[in-house]
């Protein structure tokens, strides 16, 4: 295996994870801003805590759409 294919492939790997780490962060502001602006009247934790599947399948519904958008933007 030559040195430029494995250069390569770590620089590969670490712009993946860049990327992957900047669409957690988003999508976990995401869901925070959804929590603190949209829903005032509702608490998304104290609700889970409860045992609120609802609430729970919303909030990954949220964070599986932000990162189709990043995933989206990430792309061009």
Request: no cysteine; charged share 15%; hydrophobic share 60%.
């Amino acid at each position: 295996m030559s040195f430029e294919f494995f250069s390569a492939s770590i620089i590969n790997l670490l712009i993946n994870l860049s990327y992957t780490i900047i669409a957690l962060v988003v999508g976990v502001y995401g869901l925070i801003w959804v929590d603190k602006k949209l829903l005032k009247n509702i608490d998304i934790e104290q609700e889970m805590k409860n045992g609120n599947i609802a609430v729970a399948i919303f909030a990954s519904t949220i964070l599986l759409f932000v990162a189709i958008i990043v995933a989206f933007g990430f792309k061009g």
